[in-house]
């Protein structure tokens, strides 16, 4: 049985490994859908989409969305599926006090966790998060509109 450690205490997820039959590779901030015969089918550049530059942890890729997290911020971005905009999510969904927590509070510090959002799942162009602060002993689960 494989086990998983999270010495950094951030919240991050296993990588989206496929989409459709094509593989998911992470090179540092891009991100290549490569069909099984070699062939890259489509590539995102996270870094120039996001404006992090950082490497990146893919945590859902669907039809509509793809969903990304740079290492050292730990906060997730919704990408557009033709590569053409992201957006962050965490500005819209969380209260004033986790907001200010993330902004203000080192990364690279112990105990840094991120945003705290923990993609629960989509349906009918709503994301769902679970969200959990635990320095403000905060809970909530959130619903996540796309913007386009």
Do not use: C
């Amino acid at each position: 049985k494989t086990r998983h450690s999270n010495f950094a205490g951030i919240n991050y997820s296993r990588d989206q490994l496929s989409y459709k039959g094509n593989i998911a590779m992470m090179n540092g901030s891009t991100l290549e859908l490569v069909h099984p015969t070699g062939k890259t089918v489509k590539t995102y550049n996270l870094a120039e989409l996001t404006g992090v530059d950082d490497q990146f942890i893919i945590e859902a890729i669907e039809g509509d969305f793809l969903l990304v997290r740079p290492y050292k911020q730990a906060t997730l971005y919704v990408v557009h599926p033709a590569g053409s905009t992201a957006k962050l999510i965490y500005p819209e969904l969380l209260d004033a006090d986790s907001k200010d927590m993330i902004e203000e509070y080192p990364s690279n510090e112990v105990g840094y966790f991120g945003d705290g959002l923990t993609y629960k799942g989509y349906a009918n162009g709503k994301l769902s998060f679970d969200f959990k602060n635990p320095f403000l002993g905060k809970t909530a689960k959130h619903t996540y509109t796309l913007p386009f």
